[in-house]
């Protein structure tokens, strides 16, 4: 067998109180590539071991013998495990037992080698346990890596939270000292008053809500739930706090979807007045759903099969560009910065529970749209041999225009 030189010189360690096995051993793997360092018993190791460290200069590999004068070979190991010092381990032993092998194993050494070995066998060992070390750092890197990219999330998100938070705070008093004052005033500005921060009240408390849910990681209650009046709903729930001229196209013949009705209809009633709040009054806000059976090429992040559809666009502020599609999930970033504050964030985390799918579209001049797909109940949608492909057979057309409440 041929053992080629490593890509960059590993440091090994040898610590054997043998010479003419240290010496062999050493000639073997300086002769395979490695840069060797010896040490002729327990304490040597040690400091070698210490020496590496405080220099910078770490090793790749500790190769052990078990039976050495004064500190053995698990003398070693405890020492290095009291010290909080984590090096791949081989081995060495012409009088290890199965019993004594396994507690060496148990203690995180990655291989070992009996005594007399070949050339080979050492080299094959030695590759083994490199490879076993290699493959643990790049878990751990990548679980460091996750957990690195996990906290930065949650800052994004508990940032967009704090500020949607303090605006509705700020929407609350503002209304409540708007209502102080005019009390006594007959112009209907005190009742406003409070019902607009009854309202901002509201969409506080629905916020910690979701949040807390998916801290908790509460599963959604799915029920078999009829899609249409349930947007229709969201519609009205939403009417309150926008002042925008509407259209809504809803399939007649929407497929049923497995859901949990309160966590989606936030979703749309979050959407809706999300896409409503960037528009001024003679901007139109456009509801629209429809039957969809989706395959590989409709390139989507989804299994094929049926979907319904279901659409809010606006002709406000776009939401950053077609580039930053990650950014547009980003809790921090208000509609006036490009971003959507934490309910996206929030409704995004929903859907994907459902199985489902939320995207977003954005253009100059022409505002943004999201897009949400949920599975269809699968009952249902096999009963349907139908094929739509955005437009469904019966669609109902509601042009509204609202000033104030309904």
Same mark, same amino acid.
């Given at each position: &067998? ?65 039976? &050495? ?12 495990? !009291? ?38 066998? $050492? ?16 878990? +751990? ?70 949040? $807390? ?12 739930? +009829? ?51 960037? &528009? ?7 509801? !629209? ?10 390139? $989507? ?25 990650? !950014? ?32 977003? !579209? ?45």
């Amino acid at each position: &067998m041929t053992h080629g030189a490593e890509r960059h010189k590993r440091r090994v360690l040898v610590a054997e109180d043998e010479p003419h096995c240290r010496f062999g051993i050493s000639v073997v793997l300086r002769g395979a590539g490695y840069e060797v360092i010896e040490a002729g018993d327990g304490d040597e190791a040690l400091m070698t071991i210490s020496r590496s460290k405080s220099e910078q200069k770490p090793l790749d590999l500790l190769i052990l013998d078990i039976q &050495m004068p004064r500190l053995d070979g698990f003398g070693v190991l405890d020492e290095l495990a !009291r010290r909080g010092i984590a090096i791949p381990t081989l081995i060495i032993t012409g009088h290890g037992d199965r019993q004594t092998l396994v507690e060496l194993l148990r203690r995180g050494c990655a291989d070992y080698v009996d005594k007399p070995f070949a050339p080979d066998d $050492l080299l094959d060992a030695v590759k083994r346990a490199v490879n076993k070390a290699e493959q643990v750092s790049h878990e +751990a890197k990548a679980e460091i890596e996750q957990a690195q990219s996990e906290r930065a999330d949650l800052a994004l998100l508990a940032g967009g939270v704090a500020q949607d938070l303090n605006n509705y705070l700020a929407l609350i008093l503002g209304h409540v000292e708007l209502a102080k004052h005019s009390a006594a005033s007959p112009s209907g500005q005190f009742e406003h008053g409070l019902e607009m921060a009854k309202i901002a009240s509201l969409r506080a408390r629905e916020l910690t809500s979701e949040l $807390l849910s998916i801290a908790r990681g509460v599963l959604p209650n799915k029920r078999i739930t +009829a899609l249409k009046p349930l947007i229709e709903q969201s519609v009205t729930l939403a009417s309150k706090e926008i002042r925008c001229q509407r259209e809504t196209e809803l399939a007649g013949d929407l497929w049923p979807v497995e859901i949990d009705a309160t966590q989606i209809q936030r979703v749309f009633q979050n959407l809706i007045v999300n896409a409503g709040q960037t &528009m001024p009054e003679e901007g139109t806000l456009a509801i !629209r759903a429809c039957n969809e059976r989706l395959d590989r090429s409709a390139g $989507l992040p989804l299994h094929p099969g049926p979907y319904v559809h279901i659409s809010v666009s606006d002709t406000g502020a776009v939401i950053l560009g077609s580039d930053s599609e990650k !950014r547009r999930f980003e809790p921090c970033l208000t509609a006036r910065e490009g971003g959507a504050g934490p309910w996206l964030t929030v409704a995004r985390s929903i859907i994907q529970n459902h199985g489902g799918y939320l995207a977003t !579209r954005s253009a100059p001049a022409l505002g943004t749209a999201f897009d949400v797909y949920l599975p269809a109940a699968a009952e249902a949608a096999a009963a349907d041999t139908s094929t739509p492909v955005g437009a469904a057979s019966a669609v109902i057309r509601a042009r509204e225009r609202e000033h104030g409440e309904e």
